[in-house]
Nanobody, 122 residues
Framework: QVQLVESGGDLVQPGGSLRLSCEAS????????MRWYRQAPGNERVYVAQ????????YYADSAKGRFTISRDNFKNTGYLQMNNLQPEDTAVYYC???????????????WGRGTQVTVSS
């Protein structure tokens, strides 16, 4: 079955950088859009960024603009979130979300990964 697996989360000092990856696997016909969300302890899950697979158009939450860059590799069915100048308020579990049409289906479904922990602390 189709699944999303995030990786790349780590402990990093303020001002540091991380690159998160989200690999989609399984019987995939088409990825339409991939998104990143994050959830800090005690808070709701919030939108961070998204990329449209076919057009490569990118969109960002205000908190991510200028520091985060979303990208994708079509051949690897993998999306990335490059995060620079990380601050303690960026500490959260980062989740990947994507609209994917499985092979043999004529409509997409929404999938979530299990998340990867990013901790920004000195």
């Amino acid at each position: 079955q189709v699944q999303l697996v995030e990786s790349g989360g780590d402990l990093v000092q303020p001002g540091g950088s991380l690159r998160l990856s989200c690999e989609a696997s399984g019987p995939i016909a088409r990825i339409t859009v991939m998104r990143w969300y994050r959830q800090a302890p005690g808070n709701e899950r919030v939108y961070v960024a998204q990329i449209h697979w076919g057009t490569d158009r990118e969109y960002y939450a205000d908190s991510a603009k200028g520091r985060f860059t979303i990208s994708r590799d079509n051949f690897k069915n993998t999306g990335y979130l490059q995060m620079n100048n990380l601050q303690p308020e960026d500490t959260a579990v980062y989740y990947c979300n994507a609209d994917i049409t499985p092979l043999g289906s004529d409509r997409f479904s929404e999938y979530w990964g299990r998340g990867t922990q990013v901790t920004v602390s000195s």
